[in-house]
């Protein structure tokens, strides 16, 4: 049998992740080829509609990346990012969605190689917890529901 | 000489790539006029760009630095010159003419795709010197992944020794090179670039390219003959064959006559021409020497005929056994057109003793000629062989294979002048040969059947020409020994006998050395016939240049150009080997046998397979690039080119700012750190790198001498700075000393950061906070005391010894050292200074003016940054817009008149139509192609919603993919395009000019990014990069559909500033406005001008500020541009940049386009130390008024206190100037009354840059320091008219009793009360310590995060007047910029609000960083309401608001939810 291959989206914000991401490449880091990139220009950019979309359409992982701490290209739009994040977390909690689908880590424009042990490591967390079935559930029920509607 | 024009030129040089330097370029090019970036590197980003963080705020350096390189690489007002510097200047302000030497990069910048494949290609590794000297990069090369220009350079130093001491400079160094990455074939075809024959040289060669090898400084030279033969060998394994193209005939012929080296070398480079080429050889078998003079076991006759075989490849003609004599040389002077004589020297010259013509008496070539023949088959006897060279070796070791029972050589000098090969000696005397040294024969005779030699001893004498010492005789000491057989292997000469009407000197052809042209016209004559017995390389040579001649002789050129480096030279290289790790050169496989009768085998085997590599590696690549072209191969563009040379360049300018830099002190000086000697001392610069993420151990901290991780880190401050070499202070060390401690222990937690300091000078804006918290919340540990020496222990450790604080001397071992060395002016500041004819200061920084810490002697000529003294990241970006305010002064009427302007077509209107994309796919050579299957990838998308047309490309990029792009537009009537490749950070502005030169709006574009983000990060999973790959473009398919086009509004500015504050920061500031045009409120709340100011008399260095401002005042209360508005506050401010509405207290209301916050500050108000209790305790501003009415006339006893009520808890920072303050009244006292005693009673001394030089002189003046700590408070008692001071001096530890008839007291300086009310206005911040708090720390040092206010002076922080002057022009010079706009641009990607939707809620209002949102009431549907408003001029389209907005009423366009959702959808949709 194939190995489980899992799909995540990656949110990058510009200036400091999505460059660290470039400088991945550039440098020639290796990591698994399961994420998908979507560009937004700061993690403060990050609405939960985005989060919940990738996990309802079956993303099995969800990493979103921006400056550090302090670094922030608008000045305070990562701390907004955390903050919400920190909230969100919480709802999976309540959902009985494994919190580990999700993930908020710094990475800054000359952390190259950081981004790509990130990468390599939220791959293998999400492969360990396997296909995003609760999701799926859930998107039955909505369907359901929708359809008896 | 031509005249040059004074016309103002709108155009500026910028010297240096530095911060400072980008900065100021970004300012003009922004402002309207065209700048040149002149770089003598490869690419911008200075010192900054090695960073790891920066001091306070611990930024990321490159984060921060990288946006900035991006713009100005886009920018098309600015023009990059890397490895460029100037060489001559001529005219005058504001019309300059610069030269500018341009030193070749060896890479097309415009064709290099920055893939690296060059890189990964180059076998050849140097020192690099961006990462410090810590690791090694590439000759072909970019400085750092993020560099700009992104494009590669080669690093070229000059040839290699190995390759200008060969005759015929065969490309050794890159040869090895590419041994050494086991490219054997193509190491062998650049081997035959210039010497067909590798295996006869692998074997023969006397090898000049090791006497010249570099490596021999270190143990030994490389084995360059063994690893030639070695690929030479391997081809015959291998089976590869060489195939050389045979030329067409050109139909003129050559006759060469002799076919040892000279004549076939001649031959194949003749008949590669295209000549018909016909060699006539005496013997039946070609090849000379080579053949009849070099015994096989030296050279196998396979190798030599398989070298030899190449020429019948080419068709040359061989006519053997044809003797010459002078009938036929005629018949071939007549017959051919050209004749080429390389008889070589075959002849054996005699001694000249008596009995040399006896029988057994033989000439060692016709010895060697009868063996090899086989005309001799055998010979038993004894045989002494007379001679040192080759020529007698091989005799020696040849009648041992013939069988000789005792072979002895005999030479009249000493083994170490022998001209032999040293293996070859080596070999003989294994083989059993006798040499028999310091002996030559004087006479033979006959006895019996044997010869008797009477043989004399010899001794050394004075050196002869050829620096070896002369033999000469001793008297009365000979022998007589008995053999069978003589050979005298003593010199050979050529046979000249057929060539009677060529001239002749000293039996030798006679020819001119240059060319090898005889007296006969169309002949030529080469090699030993012309230079007696030579090696046979040399004769190669002479082969090769007879061909030279021969060739231009028949074209008709001039025989004469360019010859001179023909043959052998030395270039001078400084090849570096400190430091280079001994490493044993490789032994050759030598079968040396016992039994040698018969067996003419091959001794010398060579170098085993195993030991090839890493012989090749022991190269020390002395030229840099080792022109192996591997990198050409490599380079699917075709961007490289190493025929590229230097060229000048000539730049009208209007202004020049100079921003070299700094370079840092060499700190080899410093032995007692053991810098350059012990490996784990390490330069603060190289720390940064190990702290970098991006640095040689990917930020784990690593000690390089092991690279174990250090626990014990010591850091000693002042390496080069406030010595005796370098009197001024560095100003930034303690800052980034700390900085790289605290890092270092976020890295990891276990490492123990110590400092070693003198005084810790923490004097910026919230740095005293910074060090407060390294100390509390990190544990770094501080200690004041230099350390006076530095030592090694066994492991690597290092034993540091310094006095404690009790004045012990302790040892204390650390693990890493890290020195913090200083600022010095860059290297190549003298020479830049006197091509300039601008001055240097006392340092070495460039001289400035006073007050004016930006203008250089020279008018017109601007300074920026760390070369007019130290400075830290913000005052150069400050400085770097200051210079670019004034040089845009000077040319202000020609903004805009330089720069480019693009004509565009009117924008398609696209709405209501269908999306019709076009998708354009790169392969980007290889680096996409070779991972992703780009065409799987556009044949997929074929097949997505609204694609209407696909296609690969080899580089979208290029310029020739732009233009097909647009004609696919206009083609297949595209709206939307989306482009696959590389990273839309770089490459997006491109891509979206050329939709938009298509009539595409701007915003109907994406990309996807298949290159950064996929090829190169799964390089081997290419069926998951190739999925990943249309994913991401289907993401980017989906996201333009839903894109509309954004228009970009100008709405209109009023070109008028405001500033606040009539300061001198505020004077300046409305002053530099004036300068460049625009009209300017001054306001300020006092009946005068002047600030602060006017309690200052004069500066530091003496200058007068009373002067100086009134003549500022003067200058703006007469400029008609500027409306002064005294006793005047601010009631209100309303509005946004470009647009403001100022109401003032008079009542007054003002429209104005920006504003320049420059409210200054106030002298802290003292209540301690018993101020106001006595007329003998006043302040440092009443004490300097006083000396200034020269109230002092009797000398006094002054005690002055630092830090009063500052650095504390209740005010937490330096204020920065005081310390100059006092030194400065000090010195003004001391020199008015030399008997005055001045005491300063101090925490830190904080006279940081060159004002060092000012303490250093109060010191001299006998000015007392005493060093107080901060919790031992100095205390003040009265008693009646007396005061006393009592304080414990730190350093001494004693108690002391001061009892001054003047106790000056230094406040500190607090914010404007007023700042609080004035933020609220503007919404600007402030900080903990109620100063205004700037956009950026680092590099928006004057602006805010609102567009359009700016920030200048003591509103800033403490500043000296100077630095507040800085800024002041800095804030003017942004400001400009905006009021020289046609309009403030709005719109874009920026947010929108959907009022329908909108609850009035007010989060965004609250998240939005740029005072770009407000609530306003308006009515909606009928109902009124409170909604979002987004002012879209100061909107940045972060979407921190549509991040929050809980009634999804809040969006950005570009980055809209609609388009990210869909965009989710499509990637997770199966495909």
């Known amino acids: ?149 | 000489m031509e005249t040059i024009n004074n016309k103002a030129v709108g155009k500026v040089l910028v010297v240096g790539g530095g911060v400072a330097g980008v900065q100021a370029s970004l300012d003009l090019a922004y402002g309207g006029f065209k700048v040149y970036l002149l770089e003598s590197k490869d690419a911008i980003g200075g010192v900054m760009s090695q960073l790891d963080k920066t001091f306070p705020t611990n930024d990321c350096a490159m984060c921060i630095l990288s946006p900035k390189l991006v713009e100005v690489g886009s920018n098309p007002n600015i023009e990059l010159l890397t490895r460029s510097k100037i060489v001559k200047v001529e005219g005058a302000s504001p019309h300059f003419k610069v030269t500018v030497l341009r030193e070749p990069r060896y890479v097309d910048i415009s064709a290099c795709k920055g893939c690296g494949d060059c890189a990964n290609a180059c076998p050849v590794n140097i020192v690099n010197d961006y990462e410090e000297s810590l690791t090694y990069r590439k000759a072909i090369f970019r400085r750092y992944e993020q560099a700009v220009p992104s494009a590669f350079g080669i690093t070229k130093y000059g040839m290699s020794p190995c390759r200008t001491a060969c005759p015929i400079h065969v490309n050794a160094q890159g040869y090895i090179a590419l041994i050494s990455k086991g490219e054997y074939e193509n190491a062998l075809s650049l081997i035959r670039e210039v010497n067909p024959f590798p295996g006869i040289t692998g074997r023969i060669c006397t090898r000049p390219c090791e006497e010249a090898c570099s490596r021999a400084k270190v143990e030994e030279s490389i084995a360059i003959d063994l690893l030639k033969r070695y690929v030479s060998d391997k081809e015959k394994i291998t089976g590869n064959k060489w195939n050389i193209e045979k030329p067409s005939y050109n139909g003129k012929d050559i006759a060469i006559i002799g076919s040892g080296p000279a004549g076939l070398l001649a031959a194949y480079d003749l008949s590669r021409k295209g000549y018909g080429v016909t060699v006539f050889e005496r013997m039946p078998e070609i090849g000379g020497m080579l053949r009849y003079g070099i015994p096989p076991y030296r050279l196998p006759r396979e190798v030599l005929n398989e070298d030899l075989n190449i020429l019948n490849e080419l068709g040359v003609t061989f006519k053997v056994n044809n003797s010459i004599d002078n009938t036929l040389f005629n018949d071939l002077k007549d017959k051919f057109n050209a004749v080429f004589i390389a008889v070589g020297a075959c002849k054996s010259r005699k001694m000249n003793i008596p009995g040399e013509d006896l029988p057994n008496v033989i000439g060692a070539t016709d010895f060697l000629k009868n063996a090899l023949t086989g005309e001799i088959k055998e010979f038993t006897g004894s045989a002494a062989v007379v001679g040192g060279g080759n020529a007698a070796i091989d005799a020696a070791r040849t009648l041992l294979r013939l069988g000789a029972g005792k072979v002895e050589i005999i030479y009249r000098r000493t083994r170490a002048e022998m001209p032999a090969n040293n293996e070859e000696i080596e070999e003989a005397i294994q083989e059993g040969i006798i040499f028999n040294y310091l002996r030559t024969p004087v006479e033979i005779s006959k006895k019996r059947e044997s010869l008797i030699l009477k043989i004399q001893e010899m001794k050394l004498g004075e050196p002869d020409s050829s620096g070896r010492r002369r033999p000469v005789p001793v008297e009365d000491s000979f022998e007589d020994k008995e053999f069978d057989m003589v050979v005298m292997a003593v010199s050979q000469e050529p046979e000249i006998e057929p060539f009677k009407e060529l001239s002749v000197e000293k039996g030798l052809l006679k020819v001119d050395p240059l060319t090898l042209e005889t007296n006969i016209k169309g002949v030529f004559a080469g090699g030993d016939a012309v230079t007696g017995p030579a090696t046979y390389i040399e004769a190669l040579a002479a082969g090769r240049k007879g061909a030279v001649s021969i060739d231009r002789y028949l074209r008709g050129e001039d025989l004469r150009t360019n010859r001179e480096k023909e043959g052998p030279y030395k270039e001078e290289l400084d090849v570096e080997t400190k430091g280079v790790e001994k490493k044993d050169r490789a032994k050759p496989v030598l079968l040396i046998k016992e039994k040698l009768k018969g067996d003419f085998s091959e001794v010398n085997k060579g170098l085993k397979e195993e030991d090839v590599l890493e012989e090749a590696k022991r190269c020390l690549n002395c030229g840099g690039c080792s022109e192996c072209m591997e990198c050409v191969r490599a380079c699917e563009p075709k961007a490289i080119n190493h025929d590229m040379k230097a060229s000048e360049e000539i730049l009208d300018v209007g202004s020049i700012i100079l921003a070299p830099g700094f370079d840092e002190v060499n700190v080899s000086k410093y032995t007692q750190y053991g810098c350059g000697i012990f490996k784990n001392v390490v330069t603060s610069i190289q720390f940064e790198r190990i702290l970098s993420a991006s640095g040689p151990y990917g930020g784990v901290i690593k000690r390089p001498g092991d690279l174990k991780h250090p626990r014990k880190i010591a850091f000693i401050q002042c390496v080069g700075s406030r010595d005796k070499i370098n009197e001024h202070c560095s100003s930034v060390c303690c800052m980034y000393a700390t900085k790289e401690a605290v890092i270092a222990k976020e890295h990891s937690h276990d490492v123990e950061p110590t400092i070693f300091y003198i005084d810790i000078r923490s004097f910026g804006k919230d740095f005293d906070r910074y060090i407060d918290r390294a100390k509390n919340e990190y544990g770094i540990r501080y200690i004041k005391s230099r350390v006076a020496g530095v030592t090694e222990m066994k492991d690597g450790s290092l034993k540091l010894r310094y006095e404690t604080d009790d004045g012990i001397l302790n040892n204390e071992i650390f693990d890493i050292v890290v020195l913090s060395v200083g600022l010095n002016p860059p290297d190549n500041i003298k020479e830049l200074s006197n091509i300039l004819d601008v001055e240097l200061n006392k340092s070495g920084f460039i001289e400035t003016l006073p007050f004016n810490i930006i203008s250089s002697t020279k008018n017109g000529i601007v300074a920026a940054g760390a070369s007019t003294g130290p400075r830290d990241i913000p005052e150069s970006v400050t400085g770097g817009s200051a210079a670019a305010q004034i040089a845009s002064s000077i040319i202000a009427s020609e903004r805009g008149k330089e720069i480019v302007k693009k004509v565009l077509p009117p924008e398609i209107d696209v709405t209501g139509e269908k999306p019709r994309v076009g998708v354009f796919v790169c392969h980007c050579g290889l680096n996409i192609g070779s991972v992703v299957d780009v065409k799987s990838v556009a044949e997929y998308v074929k097949n997505l919603p609204y694609v209407i047309y696909s296609e690969t490309n080899l580089y979208t990029c290029s310029s020739d993919t732009q233009e097909k792009i647009k004609e696919k537009v206009k083609e297949y009537n595209l709206n939307r395009v989306v482009v696959a490749s590389c990273t839309p950070r770089t490459h997006e502005p491109l891509f979206q000019d050329t939709i938009r030169e298509a009539g595409l709006n701007r915003f109907l574009f994406e990309m996807a990014n298949i290159r950064d983000q996929d090829s190169w990060v799964h390089q081997n999973d290419k069926e998951g990069a190739t999925e990943k790959a249309k994913d991401l473009v289907k993401a980017a398919v989906a996201r333009v559909v839903d894109r509309t086009p954004l228009a970009i509004q100008l709405l209109p500015i009023t070109k008028r500033g405001l500033v606040i504050g009539g300061g001198i920061a505020g004077m300046n500031a409305a002053l530099s406005l004036a300068e460049e045009g625009f009209e300017t409120y001054l306001i300020e709340k006092d009946s005068e001008l002047g600030g602060n100011a006017k309690f200052i008399h004069y500066m530091l260095d003496g200058s007068s500020v009373d002067s100086y401002l009134s003549e500022l005042k003067n200058k703006v209360l007469n400029n008609s541009l500027i409306n002064v508005r005294l006793n005047a506050n601010i009631d209100s401010i309303e509005g946004y940049v470009g647009n403001y509405k100022t109401t003032l207290s008079t009542g007054e209301a003002i429209e104005h386009g920006v504003v320049i916050v420059s409210t200054g500050a106030i002298e802290s108000e003292i209540k301690s130390f018993m101020y106001g209790k006595s007329e003998r305790i006043i302040t440092q501003r009443e004490f300097e008024e006083k000396l200034y009415r020269n109230e002092f006339t009797e000398p006094m006893n002054v005690v002055m206190v630092q830090c009063v009520e500052s650095r504390n808890k209740e005010h937490p920072y330096c204020s920065r100037i005081c310390c100059q303050e006092a030194i400065k009244n000090a010195i003004k006292i001391k020199e008015n009354s030399p008997q005055s005693e001045v005491y300063i009673l101090y925490r830190d001394i904080r006279t940081y840059g060159l004002n060092e030089l000012y303490y250093k002189k109060a010191r001299e003046l006998g000015i007392i320091f005493i060093n107080y700590d901060e919790d031992c408070l100095p205390e003040v008692t009265l008693d009646g008219e007396n005061v006393f001071v009592s304080v414990r001096d730190a350093l001494l530890r004693r108690d002391l009793i001061l009892n001054p008839d003047l106790l000056v007291l230094s406040a500190g300086i607090t914010a404007e009360p007023g700042n609080e009310n004035l933020s609220k206005f503007l919404k600007v911040p402030l900080n903990e310590d109620k100063f205004f708090l700037e956009a950026h720390v680092k590099l928006r040092p004057v602006e805010f995060a609102t567009d359009g206010v700016f920030l200048a002076g003591l509103a800033h922080s403490p500043l000296t007047i100077e630095e507040s002057i800085v800024q002041a022009r800095a804030a003017a010079g942004k400001a400009s910029i905006i009021l020289s706009k046609e309009g403030i641009e709005a719109g874009g990607k920026v947010a929108e609000v959907n009022e329908r939707n909108c609850v009035g809620c007010g989060v965004c209002e609250s998240v939005c960083a740029y005072g770009a949102i407000k609530l306003e009431e308006k009515k909606i549907f009928g109902e009124l309401k409170k909604v979002s408003s987004v002012n879209p001029s100061l909107c940045k389209g972060c979407g921190a608001c549509a991040g929050g907005c809980r009634s999804n009423a809040i969006d950005i366009s570009g980055f809209s939810n609609e388009e990210i959702v869909d965009a989710i959808d499509a990637i997770l949709e199966p495909i």
């Not at chain 1, 403060?44 to 922030?72: E, K, T």
């Not at chain 1, 995003?132 to 359901?144: G, H, L, S, T, Y």
Request: glycine share 8%; hydrophobic share 35%.
């Open chain 1, 1 to 149: 049998m194939n190995e489980f291959e899992p799909k995540i989206i990656g949110f990058l914000c510009n200036w400091c992740s999505y460059a660290g991401a470039d400088l991945a490449g550039v440098s020639r880091f290796q990591y698994p080829a399961n994420i998908r990139i979507i560009r937004i220009p700061c993690s403060g950019r990050v609405n939960h509609l985005f989060i919940m979309r990738a996990l309802y359409d079956g993303a099995d992982g969800v990493l979103i990346s921006g400056c550090h701490p302090g670094d922030c290209h608008y000045q305070t739009g990562n701390y907004y990012a955390r903050r919400r994040l920190e909230i969100f977390k919480n709802l999976l909690y309540f959902t009985g969605i494994p919190q580990n689908r999700l993930k908020l880590a710094w990475v800054s424009a000359s952390e190259g190689a950081q981004f790509s042990k990130l990468v390599t490591e939220i791959t293998d967390d999400v492969k360990e917890l396997g296909e995003n079935e609760e999701f799926r559930a859930v998107r039955k029920d909505i369907e359901e529901f929708c359809n008896e509607q």
